[in-house]
């Protein structure tokens, strides 16, 4: 099954404590993003990288670090410094900007996160 | 500054009754054109989308979109909803300037589908 998963669903933190969103995607995808969703607000973009080894800000970016070591792999981290994190955080992927995909977006089932 | 407006935050219709959820954007550079859904504790599923050639776009669930280049608009239609077309739908925008591979989204409309 191709497709993008997401780990864990739910997930509980401490206030004050680093917590690591895993993203994976078997579609051979080049771009993956993340995104943060609160009730209201939309979709809003935390980063996104375009290519292995290179990831870029989004608009809300303070307080998340992202890797992209392996063209798979997107990891988020939720540090302490996000003043505000409880939210859905979902991750998806792009293939190449030409046709005929042209950076159609598939998403993963998100993760939810509380801050306790 | 580019940006994406879903005219309506909520939509409430009876079953089997037509249903139009609107989206215009800004903007007159080229675009490519998304419609998404998303039901409860889920993440979003491409409903259909726009690139080039024929206005007319249909989708998934028997949903369809008409890309309005003069009004820059795109709005989905579906001629006779169920229950089960509950969800939030969002629209999203490409603006084609540059190598911005970024996508803006619309807000969201909450369609409720009552018997």
């Known amino acids: 099954d191709g497709g993008i998963t997401q780990s864990p669903k739910y997930l509980f933190r401490k206030e004050g404590q680093n917590v690591t969103l895993s993203c994976e995607q078997n579609l051979n995808h080049d771009a993956m993003y993340w995104y943060r969703q609160d009730p209201g607000q939309g979709l809003r973009l935390i980063y996104y990288s375009q290519i292995v080894n290179d990831f870029q800000k989004g608009d809300i970016a303070e307080g998340y670090s992202v890797s992209r070591e392996k063209k798979e792999s997107f990891p988020l981290t939720v540090t302490s410094a996000q003043k505000n994190p409880t939210a859905f955080y979902l991750c998806?992927?792009?293939?190449?900007?030409?046709?005929?995909?042209?950076?159609?977006?598939?998403f993963g089932p998100g993760t939810r996160l509380t801050v306790l | 500054a580019q940006s994406v407006t879903q005219l309506d935050s909520q939509v409430p219709v009876f079953e089997e009754a037509p249903v139009e959820l609107r989206c215009n954007y800004s903007?007159?550079?080229?675009?490519?054109l998304f419609w998404y859904v998303q039901y409860p504790n889920q993440g979003l599923q491409l409903l259909l989308k726009?690139?080039?050639?024929s206005t007319l776009v249909k989708g998934i669930n028997g949903f369809e979109a008409e890309f309005n280049k003069s009004q820059t608009s795109f709005h989905l239609r579906k001629p006779s909803v169920h229950i089960s077309d509950t969800a939030e739908y969002f629209c999203a925008v490409r603006f084609n300037a540059g190598n911005n591979r970024k996508l803006i989204w619309g807000l969201g409309t909450s369609l409720a589908v009552n018997p």
């Open positions: 903007s007159s550079v080229s675009v490519y």
């Open positions: 998806a992927s792009s293939a190449s900007p030409g046709p005929p995909n042209t950076d159609t977006q598939y």
């Open positions: 726009y690139l080039s050639g």
